[in-house]
T-cell receptor
Framework: KAGVTQTPRYLIKTRGQQVTLSCSPI?????VSWYQQTPGQGLQFLFEYFSETQRNKGNFPGRFSGRQFSNSRSEMNVSTLELGDSALYLC??????????????FGPGTRLTVL | EDQVTQSPEALRLQEGESSSLNCSYTVSGLRGLFWYRQDPGKGPEFLFTLYSAGEEKEKERLKATLTKKESFLHITAPKPEDSATYLC????????????FGKGTLLTVNP
């Protein structure tokens, strides 16, 4: 079974621009979560989507947004980029069964550099 | 708010020298505790999920255990290929599917 895929793998942008990152979950996984990883803060939760609905959102400004499509693929968007947005953006997918916690499987990440 | 603290921040071992990594957590109702391994420049790789105190899981040279306040990742006779950052995360009943991660332990195993 193919794993979580993320595109692009690397991005270089300048301050003020916007960027869109894409994530394709493992086949059959309907929940997609996004995380930001930086050396100082570690892994921080951005948001989670299921059935095209955002169910939870982390403590990030409104410049960070996302969406999920009917095939469970997801995108996240960052507008008006700041230097501090430079990070590894990770997508994770999981099954949803309503009972035991579902393991989240991560993609390789998108490395965003803001100049 | 869920909190996870991992120790030590970094650990250097000789090949074959067994040791343990610690993950202390504070949650309001644990749904699950997760261990991941992350190599430089890659996404975290899933290792174990633990659900309740007293549970243990093993995989090759790794064994994870769970109490009501902490989890340990025991590494027996490590090899250089076990070098990586090991991440611990929790999901609580009130977290709405969010994982809260610790900062990780950077393990280096020298040959």
């Amino acid at each position: 079974k193919a794993g979580v895929t993320q595109t692009p793998r690397y991005l270089i942008k300048t301050r003020g621009q916007q960027v869109t990152l894409s994530c394709s979950p493992i086949s059959g996984h309907r929940s997609v979560s996004w995380y930001q990883q930086t050396p100082g803060q570690g892994l921080q939760f951005l948001f989670e989507y299921f059935s095209e609905t955002q169910r939870n959102k982390g403590n990030f400004p409104g410049r960070f947004s996302g969406r999920q499509f009917s095939n469970s693929r997801s995108e996240m968007n960052v507008s008006t980029l700041e230097l501090g947005d430079s990070a590894l953006y990770l997508c994770a997918s999981s099954l949803v069964n309503g009972g035991a916690p579902d393991t989240q499987y991560f993609g390789p990440g998108t490395r965003l550099t803001v100049l | 708010e869920d909190q996870v603290t991992q120790s030590p921040e970094a650990l250097r071992l000789q090949e074959g020298e067994s040791s343990s990594l610690n993950c202390s957590y504070t949650v309001s109702g644990l749904r699950g505790l997760f261990w991941y391994r992350q190599d430089p420049g890659k996404g975290p790789e899933f290792l174990f999920t633990l659900y309740s105190a007293g549970e243990e899981k093993e995989k090759e040279r790794l064994k994870a255990t769970l109490t009501k306040k902490e989890s340990f990742l025991h590494i027996t006779a490590p090899k250089p290929e076990d070098s990586a950052t090991y991440l611990c995360a929790v999901q609580s009943r009130g977290s709405n599917y969010k994982l809260t991660f610790g900062k990780g332990t950077l393990l280096t195993v020298n040959p």
